[in-house]
């Protein structure tokens, strides 16, 4: 055997019996919290503590340093730690998968060990209209430490309402295939037809972690927000309109005429001048 896998071989056997190595699966956007198996309850400050991370294999950051988060990191503002020195991270994406190490001074001895995995749905294309009938393709994806290496076969699997697990074609929906840690099911959508479908991952015959996926098929009114600006302009132009109006003959109804008085009084006048005219007239005959 080569030396330098049997080198590989024992330390990862010692590390098994004198250490603790555990899986977490959360889905994007969950908080997480990582166990520290080797902290025990009296130890409330966690001062004797460190969290280490490793995302790739070759390159492996503290968070954690005496009990406190490391304030250069990237992630600080997501991380806590916890009264049992567990490792909080709020908002997990697929940055924060990997592999955690939670130690207790400088031994390596009783290091414990957490591979934290995060499990992710998306509609492909990402920009599909989601209220709009056709088909849409759904990935579901585990996101986990590349030593691993990828998901056993139909591990990574779809199930209905029922629980039953959906494998090639059937009555709206298509399971195309699982590639290493990605599995992809076509679904019709259909106007009323809002079906649930739900991604699990199994390990040993067991559900680790399960992710929904309810399409939204409502019919869309096919207004766009600018449709909307443009209706309320107009219902606030038609208001305008009728109170520029019921103003104008308000004004109108306010302008009092002429009384038919006053024109019999003009009259009147004009007949009286006339009157006074005819002796004058009648004297120089």
């Not at 585990?142 to 009555?171: D, F, I, K, M």
């Not at 996926?213 to 309320?232: H, I, Q, R």
């Not at 302008?255 to 007949?271: A, C, F, H, I, Y």
Request: with cysteine.
């Amino acid at each position: 055997m080569d030396t330098k896998l049997f080198l590989i071989f024992v330390l990862q056997f010692q590390a098994g019996i004198s250490g603790t190595t555990t899986y977490r699966y959360y889905r994007a956007g969950d908080d997480a919290t990582l166990p520290c198996a080797t902290a025990s309850p009296s130890d409330t400050t966690c001062s004797t503590f460190i969290w280490l991370y490793n995302c790739n294999q070759y390159q492996t950051f503290i968070e954690v340093q005496n009990g406190n988060v490391v304030k250069s990191s990237a992630r600080a503002a997501r991380l806590s730690v916890d009264t049992g020195c567990s490792l909080v991270i709020n908002n997990v994406t697929a940055e924060d998968v990997g592999h955690y190490t939670c130690r207790q001074g400088r031994s390596t001895d009783h290091d414990a060990v957490v591979y934290l995995n995060v499990l992710t749905i998306s509609p492909s294309p990402p920009d599909a209209d989601p209220k709009r009938d056709g088909e849409v393709t759904l990935e579901c994806s585990l996101l986990r430490y590349r030593s691993l290496g990828p998901c056993p076969q139909n591990s990574v699997r779809w199930v209905n309402e029922t629980g039953a697990v959906l494998l090639g074609e059937g009555v709206g929906y298509k399971f195309l295939r699982q590639t290493e840690c990605v599995s992809a099911l076509t679904v019709k959508r259909q106007s009323g037809n809002n079906r649930k479908y739900t991604c699990q991952f199994v390990d040993n015959n067991k559900v680790e972690i399960e992710a929904d996926y309810t399409p939204d098929f409502t019919e869309s009114t096919g207004w766009s927000p600018l449709s909307y600006v443009m209706l309320a302009l107009r219902i606030a132009g038609l208001i305008l309109m009728i109170v520029i109006t019921i103003h104008v003959i308000r004004i109108k109804w306010n302008t009092k005429p002429l009384d038919d008085d006053d024109s019999e009084n003009n009259d009147g006048d004009v007949q009286h001048e006339n009157d006074g005219a005819r002796p004058a007239a009648a004297r120089l005959h």
